[in-house]
């Protein structure tokens, strides 16, 4: 009590407490760099324990996955890589947040300060997590807005962010002062998903007067000066009278009615802002590729009527020559699963124009636009087209190229494939029984909780 009666002013109140947070993080990595000596040398020898997760369960009830992290903080955050000192840069960001940036790549983490919150390095994770699940297909699939033609990295950062945050639109037309209308609290990350290209990190440091740009696919780092980012955000915004107006046509959208002080309270309160889905038109997926790719020369995909995804499952697609695909109706998303996978080139089904097959067996439902009034209904059905097309578009990338599937690629398809089975729950439990009855059997799919 005596020590903490003694500290009368905030000046020496912070200066306290920055040192234990600077002698808390360097435990951490202190921790890491004695548990290596453990894994590494032979200083348990004669205590009992042959390895160092036995050891720290019994001593200390650290289980192997707090050790592995310990050590991997180590690696990645300690002077060398292997040191009982964190690095310069990471100091005052505590273990939980360093937890965190274990996931991220270096090149993301290069733009966090201390000041970032747990909750928003966490945010950058799953925007970085969300960009792992889309595969370079189906970015090439999205095609690219017209609107980007002409314009250079960072004008098309400003372009697709001023128009997901239509309010920072007008407060850059107004303002004297660009970096703190970007960053009010100093350092901002707004997370950008451009059409076709997928997701870009965009860091503003106000007080450096300079703003970082991320591919989160490529890792590729670009840095600019004031001069550049003000010329590309006039360049975007220019000098209209009437903002809104100005907005509207060049978006070819209504200015969104959302509260000012809403708006500008959320940007304040935090300093990362998410990315929002780019809008795409339904764009034919040319998937051929030409080459050596078992044999050379030949056409490993059909072509398509435009607007076609077929994702049926048929049988031996390893001959070379085949085709993979069968023709189907203008927009058709087939989603069939026969029941002999072994015969290939089966024929399919005729469907009408725009109409989504989810036939498993014999029983199947047809989801057109007029199938139902139920918004709840009608968004699963979006949901499961949309799983569908992904999981096509990630599993038909693996037998075109000689590179094993990924991690993260397998993560996708299972996830897509677990979005379908808990949208069809979903429609199972908003329909009525007579609108179940004979159209779709859901006790014979076997759906079953995790």
Same mark, same amino acid.
């Given at each position: 009590? %005596?020590?903490?009666?003694?500290?009368?002013?905030?000046?020496?109140?912070?200066?306290?407490?920055?040192?234990?947070?600077?002698? %808390?993080?360097?435990?951490?990595?202190?921790?890491?760099? =004695?548990?290596?000596?453990?894994?590494?040398?032979?200083?348990?020898?004669?205590?009992?324990?042959?390895?160092?997760?036995?050891?720290?369960?019994?001593?200390?009830?650290?289980?192997? &996955?707090?050790? @592995? /992290?310990?050590?991997?903080?180590?690696?990645?955050?300690?002077?060398?890589?292997?040191?009982?000192?964190? !690095?310069?840069?990471? /100091?005052?960001?505590?273990?939980?947040?360093?937890? *965190?940036?274990?996931?991220?790549?270096?090149?993301?983490?290069?733009?966090?300060?201390?000041?970032?919150?747990?909750?928003?390095?966490?945010?950058?994770?799953?925007?970085?997590?969300?960009?792992?699940?889309?595969?370079?297909?189906?970015?090439?699939?999205?095609?690219?807005?017209?609107?980007?033609?002409?314009?250079?990295?960072?004008?098309?950062?400003?372009?697709?962010?001023?128009?997901?945050?239509?309010?920072?639109?007008?407060?850059?037309?107004?303002?004297?002062?660009?970096?703190? &209308?970007?960053?009010?609290?100093?350092?901002?990350? #707004?997370?950008? /998903?451009?059409?076709?290209?997928?997701?870009?990190?965009? @860091?503003?440091?106000?007080? =450096?007067?300079?703003?970082? =740009?991320?591919?989160?696919?490529?890792?590729? !780092?670009?840095?600019?000066?004031?001069? @550049?980012?003000?010329?590309?955000?006039?360049?975007?915004?220019?000098?209209?009278?009437?903002?809104?107006?100005?907005?509207?046509?060049? #978006?070819?959208?209504?200015?969104?009615?959302?509260?000012?002080?809403?708006?500008?309270?959320?940007?304040?309160?935090?300093?990362? *802002?998410?990315?929002?889905?780019?809008?795409?038109?339904?764009?034919?997926?040319?998937?051929?590729?030409?080459?050596? @790719?078992?044999?050379?020369?030949?056409?490993?995909?059909?072509?398509?009527?435009?607007?076609?995804?077929?994702? !049926?499952?048929?049988?031996?697609?390893?001959?070379?020559?085949?085709?993979?695909?069968?023709?189907? $109706?203008?927009?058709?998303?087939?989603?069939?699963?026969?029941?002999?996978?072994?015969? $290939?080139?089966?024929?399919?089904?005729?469907?009408?124009?725009?109409?989504?097959?989810?036939?498993?067996?014999?029983?199947? !439902?047809?989801?057109?636009?007029?199938?139902?009034?139920?918004?709840?209904?009608?968004?699963?059905?979006?949901?499961?087209?949309?799983?569908?097309?992904?999981?096509?578009?990630?599993?038909?990338?693996?037998?075109?190229?000689?590179?094993? %599937?990924?991690?993260?690629? *397998?993560?996708?398809?299972?996830?897509?494939?677990? &979005?379908?089975?808990?949208?069809?729950?979903?429609?199972?439990?908003?329909?009525?029984?007579?609108?179940?009855?004979?159209?779709?059997?859901?006790?014979?799919?076997?759906?079953?909780?995790?």
């Amino acid at each position: 009590m %005596s020590e903490i009666a003694s500290i009368k002013d905030f000046k020496t109140f912070k200066q306290e407490l920055d040192k234990q947070m600077l002698e %808390s993080a360097e435990g951490f990595v202190r921790i890491g760099w =004695l548990l290596k000596q453990a894994r590494d040398t032979d200083i348990l020898s004669g205590s009992g324990y042959t390895n160092v997760n036995e050891f720290a369960r019994a001593e200390y009830n650290i289980d192997k &996955t707090m050790v @592995s /992290r310990f050590i991997n903080i180590n690696d990645r955050f300690s002077e060398g890589g292997n040191s009982q000192y964190l !690095k310069t840069e990471y /100091r005052g960001f505590g273990y939980s947040k360093l937890a *965190v940036m274990l996931q991220l790549p270096d090149e993301i983490n290069e733009e966090l300060s201390s000041d970032y919150s747990r909750a928003e390095i966490e945010d950058l994770k799953k925007e970085f997590d969300e960009e792992r699940k889309v595969s370079d297909l189906e970015i090439l699939a999205e095609g690219t807005d017209g609107a980007m033609a002409g314009l250079n990295e960072l004008e098309q950062a400003f372009h697709q962010l001023l128009h997901d945050e239509p309010e920072l639109y007008l407060n850059l037309s107004k303002t004297d002062n660009l970096f703190e &209308t970007l960053s009010p609290a100093g350092e901002m990350i #707004y997370s950008i /998903r451009i059409q076709g290209v997928g997701r870009v990190m965009m @860091s503003v440091k106000a007080e =450096l007067q300079k703003v970082t =740009l991320t591919n989160v696919r490529s890792m590729e !780092k670009t840095e600019y000066d004031a001069a @550049s980012v003000t010329e590309a955000v006039k360049n975007q915004i220019g000098t209209p009278e009437d903002l809104k107006k100005a907005w509207e046509d060049k #978006y070819g959208e209504k200015f969104p009615e959302e509260q000012k002080e809403e708006t500008e309270k959320k940007r304040k309160d935090k300093k990362v *802002v998410k990315a929002k889905p780019p809008k795409t038109e339904g764009n034919a997926v040319n998937t051929k590729y030409e080459g050596n @790719s078992g044999a050379a020369g030949d056409d490993l995909e059909p072509k398509m009527p435009e607007s076609a995804i077929n994702t !049926k499952c048929e049988g031996n697609s390893e001959t070379a020559g085949e085709d993979l695909q069968a023709k189907e $109706p203008e927009n058709v998303i087939n989603t069939q699963c026969e029941s002999d996978f072994n015969t $290939p080139n089966s024929s399919m089904p005729e469907m009408p124009k725009n109409a989504v097959n989810t036939q498993c067996g014999s029983d199947f !439902k047809e989801a057109t636009d007029n199938q139902t009034e139920d918004e709840e209904i009608t968004e699963s059905w979006r949901l499961i087209k949309e799983a569908a097309q992904k999981i096509y578009l990630t599993a038909n990338d693996f037998p075109l190229s000689p590179l094993t %599937s990924q991690m993260h690629d *397998v993560a996708a398809a299972e996830a897509n494939a677990r &979005t379908i089975l808990e949208e069809l729950k979903n429609i199972r439990n908003l329909m009525t029984d007579d609108e179940l009855e004979g159209q779709m059997n859901f006790n014979d799919m076997n759906i079953e909780e995790d």
